[in-house]
């Protein structure tokens, strides 16, 4: 057994007080999240796995939020583009559900870049022992000096007057701290650095277009170069340590965890 899903099931054979335990995972893009979670909810009896990814606002909602903030607000992913009420709402309803009822999860198309109908979304059964969250930022603080600080990329240079930052630091020190603190645990998969995740990210497109590794198109390459650039900073905040407590597993550029001295 990997040690991550060593420190994950013993995070879910913990006791709570009442409902379920919820336990947030936190890694950068193309670490294998999903795909850990897919394994280990079908070995945890009672157990389901949920993706902030699910949890965007509509595509109007970020069109607005673009028009109104900044452009930058486009792209999907950075703190603001979430619908956290939703997904509070959706944690709550799971955890205090009783095992007759059965709970809509909302569910989000990224070909189509919008959210699915509600009629579409899935049905999770109720009575839970063990929810799991996975996103990229789960457990990050907010850092509101951060707008002062000079830009670390060309993404980030476009923020001439740091109204992108200020708002995702907002967010993060209002509505997600709330979502963090809903976490019974948190378990972090550190890469070994920001560098890395370009690398893991092309491949992660490599297999949705259904190409051979190597095989992107420059077009896409560089798409996903930029793409990246809106989540660096934070990715190397929740490196540096500045995040909610909580169990770390690293890993290196091949996703295997590292050993510690």
Same mark, same amino acid.
């Given at each position: ?19 379920? %335990? ?36 509509? %595509? ?10 900044? @452009? ?29 009822? &059965? ?13 699915? @109908?509600?009629?579409?979304? @899935? ?5 839970? %022992? ?16 951060? @707008? ?77 170069? %930029? ?5 660096? &900073? ?28």
């Amino acid at each position: 057994m990997t040690p991550l899903a060593e420190a994950l099931l013993a995070m879910a054979s913990a006791e709570v007080g009442h409902g379920a %335990r919820v336990i947030f995972i936190a890694g950068p893009q193309g670490v294998g999240k999903s795909t850990a979670m897919a394994a280990l909810t079908g070995a945890i009896p009672d157990s389901v796995s949920l993706g902030l990814d699910d949890f965007y606002l509509t %595509r109007g909602e970020r069109m607005a939020l673009a028009r109104d903030v900044h @452009p930058l607000f486009e792209t999907r992913g950075p703190p603001g583009t979430h619908d956290v009420a939703l997904l509070m709402e959706t944690l709550a309803r799971l955890k205090a559900s009783r095992a007759e009822e &059965r709970i809509a999860v909302p569910a989000f198309d990224k070909a189509a870049d919008e959210r699915r @109908p509600q009629a579409e979304w @899935p049905m999770l059964a109720g009575a839970l %022992r063990v929810i799991f969250v996975e996103g990229w930022m789960m457990g990050v603080a907010a850092d509101l000096s951060s @707008p002062e600080a000079a830009p670390l990329n060309a993404v980030e240079a476009e923020d001439a007057f740091g109204a992108w930052r200020a708002y995702q630091e907002a967010q993060l020190a209002g509505p997600y701290q709330r979502l963090w603190d809903m976490a019974d645990a948190f378990l972090y998969i550190d890469a070994p650095e920001f560098d890395t995740v370009l690398g893991w990210r092309m491949q992660q497109e490599e297999t949705t277009l259904g190409v051979a590794p190597g095989g992107l198109p420059q077009t896409r390459q560089a798409w996903v170069a %930029r793409f990246i650039l809106h989540y660096q &900073r934070l990715t190397e905040r929740l490196l540096a340590g500045e995040r909610r407590p909580g169990q770390s597993v690293a890993v290196d550029r091949f996703r295997q965890p590292r050993l510690q001295n």
